[in-house]
């Protein structure tokens, strides 16, 4: 038996762009940020950044200037994603 199977992008882009992945992506970020308020100093600046691209999207940011070096040396956001349930990849330029 086969089967025609085509991907329909608009339904995908729909999707992706839905309030349902928006809130999902939002509530993640507010987990990895909460994962990485117990990873540093107490009264830490931690954000959530929301924003849109082709889908939902978010940033945890660190507003800290030893922040790199705390990646560097402890994998705050890694870690803070790992608890999080999420994988990190690096980016293949």
Known sequence: MLIDWRLNSAGVREILQGSEVRTLIDGLASDVA???RA??????TIEVRAYTTDRGA?????ANPQAMA????DGILTR????????????ER
Do not use: H, S
Not at 39 to 44: D, H, K, N, S
Not at 58 to 62: E, F, K, M, S, Y
Not at 70 to 73: F, G, K, N
Not at 80 to 91: H, I, P
């Open 58 to 62: 978010a940033t945890v940011v660190v």
């Open 70 to 73: 705390w990646q560097a040396r």
């Open 80 to 91: 803070a994603a790992g608890f999080a349930g999420l994988e990190v990849k690096a980016v």
């Open 39 to 44: 990873l540093v100093p107490p009264g830490t």
């Open 34 to 36: 909460d994962n990485v």
